[in-house]
């Protein structure tokens, strides 16, 4: 398996907190990332994110791009 953060390897890890049971899952041996059916379930119901609408860095203003009344 292929780690979607870095494409690295993926190994069977057993997961668990203290007090819970044991979760297979995935761990990525580049970068560490993590998952599990639970995680895959959570972001499979989460809405994706809304690209930004902010500005990039020496863009010019909206309204300095607007034509101004009797200018051309």
Same mark, same amino acid.
């Given at each position: ?10 190994? #069977? +890890?057993?997961? %668990? ?15 560490? *990332? ?6 895959? #379930? +959570?972001?499979? %119901? ?15 203003? *909206? ?10």
């Amino acid at each position: 398996m292929q780690c979607l953060r870095c494409q690295g390897l993926m190994t #069977a +890890n057993q997961m %668990s907190d203290v007090g819970q049971l044991s979760v297979s899952g995935w761990r990525c041996l580049l970068c560490g *990332a993590t998952t599990d059916p639970g995680i895959e #379930a +959570n972001k499979a %119901s989460h809405n994706p994110p809304v690209q930004s609408r902010a500005r990039l860095p020496g863009s010019v203003p *909206a309204r300095l791009k607007r034509p101004v009344c009797g200018k051309s």
